[in-house]
């Protein structure tokens, strides 16, 4: 995913939080986030299970309710 891409998603995300679930709920499970630059980001209760953020930047991002382990398949 290039910079752009998640940057679109990750704006789509603050607008599922602020503007009553009108954007749309970050869901990256998986994902290959490894040196992305997310400083600043509002990340709370994005789905991001086994992404890797292995060198990411996640500076002041706010993860509250996140995701991060995906426990089982149903």
Known sequence: MNKEELDAKIAAHGLWLLEDKA??????PGA????ADLNGANLSGANLCCADLNGAN?????LRGSSFVSWGSA
């Open 58 to 62: 996640l500076g002041f991002v706010c």
């Open 32 to 35: 290959d986030l490894s040196g």
């Open 23 to 28: 954007g749309q709920r970050l869901s990256l």
